[in-house]
Structures are given as structure tokens and as C-alpha cells.
């Protein structure tokens, strides 16, 4: 071999060399928290399922390191993400009504929901066209990908409710605004308690029950300290942001990789609204079965309680929201999410309880749109 040839070679072996670390330099193992542990839905789908996709989209350029709740919790994921602790976590709007007027506006219209996988589309694209939303987010520092939804709520308790009456002086834990008034119209001593205090307060008698999701008995180990379920719909909780994007780790992706980014999002959401807001949802009916917890049916009188509140509750929270948190045009802004609810339920009875086309219309009509240059910025 030549002098010449050698340099040659060796030229070609450097550069392939460099490509290779430029390669490597390039791919980010991005900080994810789901907050919650790992019996929860939200951590296995949503974020396992999440990370796997997003490697798979983007051809390992990002993946996903999980941390645990002792690192970030639902509680602290704000400062955690604001902090570049935590680069994409889950992040829950009720849990700050302060921060996010505009958002927990329609978050809070739980008793609207009657189909998870069609709440958890409205949201998304309610959010994803709200200007006002995204104005809210940009301020704490957050970039929005989408939302999932829970199964419909139910009471679940250690004393039996039937009826009304069976309701009075009860303390409950409950999850947002619209379920605390909800609780007090009924006669509920509401209990803002965080989710992950539910076993502990039910099993020192703080507390008489929650009004959840029944997939709880699972993800919390409520079985232990459960008597009863009165099967009465109640509605979604989906006042949720599944992957919460830090505004700085955002801003170090290309647009292809955001776009990736929100696609992944938008399947594991899915996923995890399939798994918490219908299988699990039955699995935790088997094991309440299996454990006792008797499967309580509520009367007609109950039932039209619920239902004058929703007709009630949506003219309150739009006075609510404009008179304490300066939301503008609120009863218009319930009108268009109603719209939308009412537009995702059509969709989702037409491709079914299928969390694939679920996705794939939600990239559809919602993000396909969206330019991914400036989304975010």
C-alpha cells in the first residue's frame, strides 16, 4: 500500500468515524416522569408505550429514561419540568386551577363524559386550537402533545350508598371542581386528598369513600379497604396533559422529531385510555367481586340528581370561570368543546372502541394541520 493509498484509507476512517459521533451526539435519552407508580396506567401504558414508539419514530435518535416517583410525582411535576428535571412528564391541569384557567375550564366538565376515547380526543383538540390554552402553557414553560381520559367514575366507598339519603354527611375524596360541587349539591362533604393518600385515608376512617375510577382498586390496592361500589356513571376524569414537553428539551428537537414526538403522544394515549377507561375498568370488577366489595345499584332518585346538576353545573362553571379566573366568552368556549365532544363520540362509534384508529383519527383531524416548525415556540 502507498503512503498516498494509507492516507486515503485513513482519511475515510476518520470521517465515518466523526459521522459516527455526530450520530451518537445527536441522540437524546430524554428525562420522562409519569408520576405515579407502576401498577398505574399511566405509567405502563402510557409513558412505556411512549418511549417505545418515540425510539421506533425516530430511529433511536430519542428515547425514553423512566424516573420514579421519588424523583417526580403528579404533585410536583411543574417545578420538575420548569426545572429541567423532568423533560416530559405527566402533567395534570387540576391539580394547578390557577395556573391554567383556561384549560380547566373544560377539564373540569367531567359529567360530559360518556365515552373516554371521545373526551380524550375533544380535549386535545380543544386544547390544540385554543389560543388562550397555549398562552397558559407557554407562561409555566409546557408544551402540549395530548390528552387521555379515565373509565366513567363511580362511588366508591366503605359505607353503602343507594340513594340520596344514603349520601348525607359522607366525607369523600374527589378529584376536581366540578366533582367537589357535584359532592356538596348531594349532600358530600368533599375531600381534596391527593389520589396516592386514597388507601391511607379510607383505611384510618379520614375518610368514607372516593368518587374515582373503579380501575383505582387496581392501580391504589383500594380492595383491602373497600365495601361497596354503587355503579352510578359520573362521568371522566380527563383534566390531563399525558407527555408534557419542557420548553427547553422542545426547543432542541427538529421539526420532524416534534412531530414524532406528538404521534407517539397520541398513540400512547390512546393505549392508556383502552387499558384505564375499559380494561381495566372490567378487571377491577372482578376483583372487587373476588374481594367482597358488593356491586351496589342506585336509585332512580340519585340518578335524576346527577342529571339536573350537569344541566345546572354548566351555566355555574361559566359564571365561575369568568368571575374568579377572568375567562373571557367562558359559556362560548363550553359550547365549542360540547361541539367537539359531540364530534369525537360520532368518530369514535364509527371506528370503534380501537385505540390504533383512535390515534390515526386524532392525527388526523387535529394535527395534520399543524406546523411543526413553530408549534410550541
Not at 357 to 371: H, L, T
Request: aromatic share 6%.
Amino acid at each position: 500500500m502507498t503512503r498516498r493509498t494509507l492516507l486515503k484509507s485513513l482519511a475515510v476512517v476518520a470521517t465515518a468515524g466523526s459521522l459516527a459521533l455526530t450520530v451518537q451526539a445527536q441522540a437524546r435519552d430524554l428525562r420522562m416522569a409519569p408520576g405515579v407508580p407502576p401498577a398505574h396506567p399511566a405509567y405502563d401504558p402510557m409513558f412505556t408505550e411512549f418511549a417505545e414508539r418515540l425510539a421506533e419514530k425516530t430511529d433511536g435518535d430519542l428515547t425514553g429514561n423512566l424516573l420514579g416517583t421519588e424523583v417526580a410525582n403528579i404533585g410536583n411535576m411543574r417545578n420538575a419540568i420548569k426545572s429541567g428535571l423532568v423533560e416530559v412528564g405527566l402533567f395534570l391541569p387540576a391539580y394547578f386551577p390557577a395556573d391554567l384557567p383556561e384549560i380547566n375550564l373544560v377539564g373540569d366538565l367531567a359529567f360530559l363524559g360518556t365515552n373516554p376515547h371521545a373526551m380524550g380526543a375533544a380535549v386535545t383538540e380543544y386544547i390544540v386550537t385554543c389560543d388562550e390554552c397555549q398562552q397558559e402553557l407557554k407562561q409555566l414553560g409546557i408544551v402540549y402533545t395530548s390528552s387521555h381520559a379515565s373509565d366513567l367514575y363511580r362511588i366508591l366507598s366503605t359505607e353503602p350508598v343507594r340513594s340520596l339519603d344514603d349520601l348525607q354527611g359522607l366525607r369523600m375524596r374527589v378529584g376536581g371542581p366540578q366533582y367537589s360541587r357535584w359532592a356538596e349539591s348531594v349532600g358530600v362533604s368533599p375531600a381534596s386528598i391527593p389520589v396516592g393518600e386514597t388507601y391511607e385515608s379510607l383505611s384510618q376512617g379520614v375518610i368514607e369513600g372516593t368518587i374515582a375510577s373503579i380501575a383505582d382498586i387496581i392501580s391504589f390496592r383500594l380492595d383491602d379497604v373497600l365495601n361497596y361500589v354503587t355503579d352510578v356513571e359520573l362521568g371522566t376524569f380527563h383534566s390531563t396533559i399525558s407527555h408534557a414537553v419542557g420548553q427547553q428539551a422542545w426547543g432542541s428537537l427538529s421539526a420532524e422529531q416534534r412531530e414524532a414526538l406528538v404521534h407517539a403522544s397520541v398513540e400512547a394515549s390512546a393505549a392508556i385510555t383502552q387499558r384505564w377507561g375499559y380494561e381495566m375498568a372490567d378487571e377491577a370488577r372482578e376483583v372487587a367481586l373476588e374481594n367482597g366489595i358488593e356491586m351496589l345499584e342506585p336509585e332512580p332518585e340519585l340518578l335524576e340528581a346527577i342529571e339536573a346538576f350537569l344541566e345546572e353545573d354548566l351555566v355555574y362553571a361559566a359564571e365561575q370561570a369568568e368571575s374568579r379566573h377572568g375567562v373571557e366568552d367562558a359559556a362560548a368556549k363550553i359550547e365549542r368543546f360540547q361541539s367537539l365532544v359531540e364530534k369525537w363520540n360520532a368518530i369514535v362509534e364509527e371506528v370503534g372502541a380501537d385505540p390504533e384508529a383512535v390515534a390515526e383519527a386524532m392525527n388526523r383531524e387535529i394535527w395534520d394541520g399543524v406546523d411543526f416548525s413553530t408549534y410550541g415556540t
